[in-house]
């Protein structure tokens, strides 16, 4: 029997059925939100103090799920992903990492597994179904479900040990985003790409890989050129990003601190700040496009918006 209970409330403002196109409706959390995933008619948010909570976007009932009431280990959530098998991932800032299959919960720390270090900055999952997880100081490693494999500065060409970001490639190449630069590992082999604060990394449709950094822009890599891009020579607001994904047009959105969110269709720029949208704040800290295509942005002050 589950010792744990949830705690169960009604969002009134919770999802934006009835909201014109180009329009935003919010969610105030009342902590700041870095991390956004989707299975089935859920939402989930992992946040900076707030734990973990659910949204149904059906009926608009939120459940939360903190150190308190569920067996969630810290209530700072960095990072959500889900396995092949539909189980939950949950990286925490100190707690380690969290496995929820919707009732139970389990948990993998640096005592009592191979996991590195419990600072858990980044999830992905290859196409095995392997668990990817980067950590702050304890490099990156892999879970098959039994064992752990660890890779870092000392025992492989990952250049840093702080992972901020992952992605894979439809050819199975894990690309990690690292304090101190890009590197792609092919299973066998690890090759690095360039230096800076590497702080997210997406995908497009056409293999293009995406990089924001932490003070050098954007840029694009198409896998032998590079194009950068930054307040000097395009519309990014801000030097400083934070956040990237592609919508279903493959249009890719930015969020920076400071600069607010822009969107960039490979030639048209569209930014939006306080000043000139209803945006509340310029710090975007996450951005998740769901499978309606409703572009959910968090930003500073626990405010989360929703754009159509």
Not at 36 to 53: D, V
Not at 123 to 145: K, M, P, Q, S
Not at 205 to 226: P, Q, R, S, Y
């Amino acid at each position: 029997m589950n010792r744990f209970l949830s705690l169960t409330v009604v969002v009134a403002l919770s999802y934006p059925a009835n909201v014109r196109p180009q329009e935003w409706k919010v969610l105030d959390l009342g902590t700041n939100i870095y991390a956004i995933a989707e299975k089935g008619r859920y939402l989930w948010f992992g946040g900076g103090g707030g734990g973990l909570r659910k949204l149904d976007t059906i009926t608009g009932e939120m459940v939360s799920y903190t150190e308190a009431n569920s067996g969630l280990p810290d209530n700072y959530v960095t990072s959500i992903a889900f396995g092949s098998e539909g189980e939950m991932w949950i990286g925490t800032a100190g707690g380690g990492l969290a496995e929820f299959d919707g009732k139970r919960w389990k948990v993998y720390n640096a005592v009592n597994s191979g996991l590195p270090r419990d600072e858990v900055r980044s999830l992905a999952v290859d196409h095995r179904g392997n668990l990817w997880v980067g950590t702050y100081l304890g490099g990156l490693a892999r879970f098959d479900g039994e064992s752990w494999l660890v890779y870092n500065k000392t025992n492989s060409g990952l250049p840093d040990d702080r992972v901020y970001s992952i992605v894979i490639d439809d050819w199975g190449n894990v690309w990690t985003g690292t304090n101190r630069g890009l590197a792609r590992f092919d299973g066998k082999e690890w090759k690095f790409y360039r230096g800076g604060y590497i702080t997210s990394l997406a995908l497009d449709v056409h293999g293009n890989l995406w990089v924001g950094t932490a003070g050098d822009g954007l840029a694009k890599f198409d896998g032998e050129d590079w194009v950068t891009y930054g307040p000097d020579n395009s519309k990014l607001p801000s030097y400083l990003v934070t956040a990237l994904t592609l919508d279903h047009q493959n249009i890719l959105w930015i969020g920076t601190l400071g600069g607010g969110l822009a969107s960039f269709d490979g030639r048209v720029w569209t930014v939006y700040t306080e000043e000139n949208s209803e945006l509340p704040d310029d710090d975007i800290l996450a951005i998740f496009v769901d499978a309606r295509g409703h572009k959910w942005i968090a930003t500073g002050g626990g405010k989360l918006f929703v754009h159509k």
